[in-house]
């Protein structure tokens, strides 16, 4: 039987926290060293490569800009985004891994695409209104 006066028991129940301290403080030395030294320089090289990218598709979409279509937006990237699922979910439930695999890495390219796709838009209304006299 449990007996909470027995003095060989109390001091398993009293001030376990303190206990539980050097544990935690090598946790958060791992934790500190793996945010400085893996997952900051990979920011560093993810914001040089999205930064060139979004320089890239503006330019792309600058030149093209008497081609692309009016329809062609960043709502409608979405859509196309949201459509894709039913594709991948039928793939994968058949087995196939490739091809649901490209549809996920497509969506998830879109997603920066349609942000950047938006702030073209948004330019090319504010050069239009300039044209016209409007603010």
Request: aromatic content about 14%.
């Amino acid at each position: 039987m449990f007996d909470a006066t027995d003095p060989t028991i109390v001091p398993l129940f009293r001030n376990n926290r303190t206990r539980f301290i050097p544990l935690f403080d090598i946790i958060n030395k791992f934790v500190e060293f793996y945010l400085t030294g893996v997952i900051k320089p990979a920011l560093i090289l993810h914001e040089i490569f999205y930064s060139w990218l979004s320089i890239a598709i503006r330019t792309l979409l600058d030149g093209c800009s008497n081609y692309i279509p009016t329809w062609f937006t960043a709502n409608f990237i979405t859509y196309a985004r949201t459509v894709l699922v039913i594709p991948c979910i039928t793939l994968l439930a058949l087995g196939y891994q490739i091809l649901p695999s490209t549809i996920v890495i497509l969506v998830n390219s879109g997603d920066y695409l349609d942000g950047v796709v938006a702030r073209f838009w948004v330019d090319i209304k504010k050069e239009k209104d300039a044209r016209d006299g409007h603010k």
